[in-house]
C-alpha cells in the first residue's frame, strides 16, 4: 500500500547567517556542537535543539521504511518563515530554502515531493517565486496561519491565491505565530492551545472571506486536522446563522457548505477524534501526515490509523489517495 506523509519538515545542513548578512533580525542558523546535533541558533537565542533527521535524506527514508512509508513531502521548519524581514531579504531567504528542497527532490524522486516557502508579505516577490517554484519541480507551497497578524482572506494575498490556481500548485498551510503567545509562555499552550486556534482562524477566515469561491481550483490542505475548527464547528456554524450581521458580512454562505472543499492531515493522536472528523469529511480529504520529525508529532507515521478499525478503503483513503489528489499527481509517479 502506497504511503505518502504530506507533512514533514527538513531544513539544510547548513544555513548562512543571514542575520550577520543583512545587519538585523531573528533569522535562524545552525550551530552544529557536536555530531548528529545542532542547535537552531534563532538571532542570538537558543530555539531548537534538533538531530540529524532533520537535514540527513538518507536517515529519514530509513526511519521511515520501519513504517512501511515511501513518500515524504518535505517542507521548511514554520520559523523559517520569515515573515516579519524586509520583503527582499525573505524572499532571498525563501530561495535558499526553495533551492534546497528542489535538489533534493530531483536527487530522490520516488521518496520526496517538495513545498516551498514564499515573502508572503510582498505579493509581487511572492508571485514571482511562485512561478520559479513551478520551474524547480516543487509541488507547492506552505505557508503560515497569519502574515503578520494579517488574515488569509486579505486582498493582499488574492494575486498568492491567484497565482496558485493558475499554476496548479497545493497550498499548506501550517499554524505559526501564534495568536496571544505572548501571554501563555508556561507550559507549552502557544503549541498546545495556540497551534490549533490558528490554524482554526486560517480556515474561518478563508471561509467567511470568500477565498474558496474566488478561486474554487485552490488546493488548500490544513494541517495538524483543521486544528480546534472541527471541534468547534458547530458554534462556528451556529454563530454564522444566528449573527449573520457579523459573520456572513462577506460570504452569505454557511460553513458546512466548505466541508469538502479543503484537505486535512490526520494528526489527531487519538482515532476517536480521527473517527470523528470522519463523520464530517469524506476520507479522500483526510492525508496521512507525521510532523515528522518533531516530538509533537506523531513519529510512527499513522501506525495508528493501520491498526484501527477503519475500513481498507478509508486507510488507502488516507494513506495515499487523499495526497494524490491534493497535489495533483498519479500513484504511478512513483513506480
Not at 54 to 64: A, G, H, N
Not at 65 to 82: C, D, G, L, N, R
Not at 116 to 142: C, W
Request: glycine letters at 8%.
Amino acid at each position: 500500500m502506497l504511503k505518502i506523509d504530506m507533512h514533514t519538515h527538513i531544513i539544510p545542513k547548513q544555513i548562512p547567517n543571514f542575520r550577520d548578512k543583512f545587519g538585523y533580525g531573528d533569522f535562524v542558523y545552525l550551530d552544529h556542537h557536536k555530531p548528529g546535533q545542532a542547535r537552531m541558533i534563532k538571532g542570538q537565542q537558543f530555539f531548537r535543539e534538533i538531530g540529524q533527521n532533520c537535514w540527513d535524506p538518507q536517515i529519514r527514508i530509513d526511519e521511515y521504511a520501519k513504517y512501511h512509508t515511501q513518500v515524504q513531502v518535505v517542507s521548511t521548519i514554520p520559523v523559517m518563515f520569515s515573515y516579519w524581514a524586509q520583503p527582499a531579504h525573505c524572499l532571498e531567504v525563501s530561495r535558499f530554502l526553495n533551492d534546497h528542497i528542489a535538489n533534493l527532490v530531483a536527487s530522490y524522486p520516488k521518496n520526496y515531493l517538495g513545498l516551498g516557502t514564499l515573502p508572503m508579505h510582498d505579493s509581487l516577490l511572492a508571485v514571482k517565486e511562485l512561478e520559479r517554484i513551478k520551474h524547480l519541480g516543487l509541488s507547492g507551497i506552505q505557508i503560515g496561519s497569519n502574515v503578520n497578524n494579517q488574515n488569509l482572506h486579505e486582498t493582499s494575498f488574492w494575486p498568492i491565491w491567484e497565482a496558485c490556481e493558475s499554476l496548479g500548485l497545493a497550498v499548506m498551510v501550517h499554524p505559526w505565530e501564534m495568536m496571544g503567545q505572548e501571554h501563555m509562555p508556561k507550559y507549552w499552550l502557544p503549541w498546545l492551545v495556540g497551534m490549533p486556534a490558528e490554524t482554526s482562524r486560517a480556515i474561518c477566515s478563508m471561509i467567511f472571506g470568500g477565498v474558496f469561491d474566488r478561486y474554487p481550483k485552490l488546493r488548500v490542505n490544513f494541517s495538524h486536522a483543521g486544528g480546534s475548527f472541527f471541534g468547534t464547528l458547530g458554534r462556528i456554524h451556529h454563530g454564522h446563522h444566528c449573527r449573520p450581521d457579523l459573520v456572513a458580512v462577506d460570504n452569505p454562505t454557511a460553513p458546512l457548505e466548505y466541508l469538502n472543499r479543503f484537505w486535512i492531515d490526520c494528526i489527531t493522536h487519538d482515532l476517536n477524534a480521527l473517527k470523528y472528523i470522519l463523520g464530517m469529511l469524506a476520507s479522500d480529504k483526510v492525508c496521512l501526515g507525521s510532523d515528522y520529525p518533531f516530538p509533537l508529532g506523531d513519529l510512527e507515521i499513522g501506525d495508528f490509523v493501520a491498526k484501527s478499525d477503519l475500513d481498507d478503503k478509508t486507510k488507502q483513503d488516507i494513506f495515499s489517495r487523499a495526497a494524490l489528489a491534493w497535489l495533483h499527481l498519479e500513484a504511478n509517479y512513483f513506480e
